[in-house]
Antibody, heavy 122, light 106 residues
Framework: QVQLVQSGAEVQKPGASVKVSCKASGHALSDYAMHWVRQAPGQRLEWMGWINADSDKTKYSEKFQARVTITRDTSATTVYMELNSLTYEDTAMYFC????????????????WGQGTMLTVS | DIQMTQSPSSLSASVGDRVTITCRASQFISTYLNWYQQKPGIAPKLLIYGASTLQSGVPSRFSGSGSGTDFTLTITSLQPEDFATYYCQQSYITIGTFGQGTKLEI
């Protein structure tokens, strides 16, 4: 079973950028499309965007379109989510997630999640 | 944009109870509806996908139903570990819009 391991907590100033990584263990990450979901304190989950398994296509939520970039390194072992022009409202837990089976992929159900990376904008 | 509304927002129950959580979509989403359980400080866990398919490893006391715009998550015989927040997610239009959550408390 694939496991996702994310980079550690971040503290950034308003206007700065942050780049969060997500690495797979137990399976090649290159087999999966990777999604990013965030959750501000006490708020609902928000889907931010995804990169496909071939790394040639990305799609972003309209809310984040102008500020987010999702990339995969050339060895395809790590996926990155970069968020620019940070504001206090970007303080949140950021999760990477995948659909690890054809069945869950069909309905974009996220069945494997990273442990989360807490971003504090202060 | 599709809006997902869960009810109730919070719910008190006891071990052994049967509970039902409702999720309503603002427009038709067929059966593109998934349910998650989340405990504080931990990533969500997939329970049900495609409205009614139980994710592997999830206890059979969890079940989902519905199609179109109205969906339910039912938990029969609540166990202590079931007290958590539950979210629905539609994936019919755009990949993920989540409900506001239902907090299930003892």
């Amino acid at each position: 079973q694939v496991q996702l391991v994310q980079s550690g907590a971040e503290v950034q100033k308003p206007g700065a950028s942050v780049k969060v990584s997500c690495k797979a263990s137990g399976h090649a990450l290159s087999d999966y499309a990777m999604h990013w979901v965030r959750q501000a304190p006490g708020q609902r989950l928000e889907w931010m965007g995804w990169i496909n398994a071939d790394s040639d296509k990305t799609k972003y939520s309209e809310k984040f379109q102008a500020r987010v970039t999702i990339t995969r390194d050339t060895s395809a072992t790590t996926v990155y989510m970069e968020l620019n022009s940070l504001t206090y409202e970007d303080t949140a837990m950021y999760f990477c997630a995948i659909n690890s089976s054809p069945a869950t992929a069909t309905v974009y159900a996220f069945d494997v999640w990273g442990q989360g990376t807490m971003l504090t904008v202060s | 944009d599709i809006q997902m509304t869960q009810s109730p927002s919070s719910l008190s129950a006891s071990v052994g109870d049967r509970v039902t959580i409702t999720c309503r979509a603002s427009q038709f989403i067929s059966t593109y509806l998934n349910w998650y359980q989340q405990k504080p400080g931990i990533a969500p866990k997939l329970l049900i996908y495609g409205a009614s398919t139980l994710q592997s490893g999830v206890p059979s006391r969890f079940s989902g139903s519905g199609s179109g715009t109205d969906f339910t998550l039912t938990i029969t015989s609540l166990q202590p570990e079931d007290f958590a927040t539950y979210y629905c997610q539609q994936s019919y239009i755009t990949i993920g819009t989540f409900g506001q959550g239902t907090k299930l408390e003892i």
